[in-house]
């Protein structure tokens, strides 16, 4: 069974708009990524954040973790056309590194 | 530098048979893991390897078993093959220490079973 949830399923936006896509889980966690997937091939790491972080920035993403509510979100800002695909969060729960995904967000930008 | 590569890219099998799908892990890379997923959902966990053992286990019945070389690549092999086998299988390399909880996956390969 999937332990996190995203929110919402699909997010449709226009190029230069910002994409928020928010992910909750059930246990607690080591850490907390976000992935990455176009037309279902491989996943492609974007960021991690461990459970003692709040906040991280890698360019035009920033992921915030609140461990209190036991969620995340990832922000896209000025979204391109080529931002368009699949988004997962997935979270480490002990030492070892199985990851536990969510259902995703198919997130659109229109050119 | 070569990411991690998977082969084949596509199969398609008939209920009942058995199937084995191929891994090599990124350059530098010891540990190799396993996903399953199913058309619109996230990855499943199957298993991971390391040194040449199984490490960790998911959810998955018997039927789903693997194995690590001295080289690092892997294999994944699914007997006795059901419909609800069909999806994409991911294969993921990752290197020990800290960072060994980023994982680098391959393009995967899409199974049909009919």
């Known amino acids: 069974s999937q332990q996190g949830e995203e929110d919402p399923q699909a997010l449709s936006i226009q190029e230069g708009e910002n994409a928020t896509m928010n992910c909750s889980y059930k246990t607690s966690i080591n850490n907390l990524q976000w992935y990455r997937q176009n037309s279902g091939r491989g996943l492609v790491h974007l960021i991690l954040?461990?459970?003692?972080?709040r906040e991280k920035h890698s360019g035009r993403l920033r992921v915030t973790l609140d461990t209190s509510k036991k969620s995340s979100s990832l922000l896209i800002t000025a979204s391109r056309a080529a931002d368009t695909a699949s988004y997962f969060c997935a979270t480490v729960h002990n030492a070892g590194n199985m990851l536990t995904f969510g259902g995703g967000t198919r997130l659109m930008v229109k050119p | 530098d070569a990411g991690v590569t998977q082969s084949p890219t596509h199969l398609i099998k008939t209920r009942g048979q058995q199937v084995t799908l191929r891994c090599s892990p990124k350059s530098g890379h010891d540990t190799v893991s396993w996903y399953q997923q199913a058309l619109g959902q996230g990855p499943q966990f199957i298993f991971q390897y390391y040194e040449e053992e199984e490490r960790q286990r998911g959810n998955f019945p018997d039927r789903f078993s693997g194995h690590q070389f001295p080289n690092y690549s892997s294999e994944l092999n699914v007997n006795a093959l059901l419909l609800g086998d069909s999806a994409l299988y991911l294969c993921a390399s990752s290197l020990p220490g800290r960072d060994n909880e980023k994982l680098f996956f391959g393009s995967g390969t899409q199974l049909s079973v009919l």
């Open positions: 954040i461990r459970s003692n972080e």
